[in-house]
């Protein structure tokens, strides 16, 4: 191994023939962070980090972690990569990467889209759809349900309660 970072093709390329995708240095990305827009998105982990997350972060693809664009470091530093163009699955022309919410960032997505709402737009799909139209508007940025919904789910954790 090495003390800090490791030069490059220092070790095997993964199974797709790539080499040092995760690890040695975070990498900054251009996607910012949702929760802190001032803040930015860094994903893979470094030479501080372990495999299993035993200690710090665990170093894989799907690892991110945000930082403020005025912070440096000796694990942190940029990938130099070219976009290739490839087909998917479905046979769709696809570029770059596809990054996955942390559960933080699709909570602060749901609490957004909830910030704003049209209140009479709200209640025109619910009087024309019912509450169906309205879930099916909100998504599962919301649970809609009427007060005798409210009432059956009280009184079901109530007995529940009770048979504890």
Known sequence: GFVT???VNSFEPNGYGLYNTVGNVWEWTATKDIVQESNYILRGGSYLDSVDGSYNHPVSVNTRMT???DSASSNTGVRCAKTVDNANEKGKKSKGY??????EQK???KREKLKNLDQDLLAKI???GGIEALQEY?????HVAT???LKKQQEAIKKMREEL
């Open 147 to 149: 007060p005798e919904m």
């Open 107 to 109: 909570r602060a997505k």
């Open 67 to 69: 930082n403020s664009p």
């Open 5 to 7: 970072t490791a030069p």
């Open 98 to 103: 596809r990054y996955i919410e942390t559960p």
């Open 138 to 142: 909100l998504g599962d940025a919301a």
């Open 126 to 128: 619910a009087e024309e």
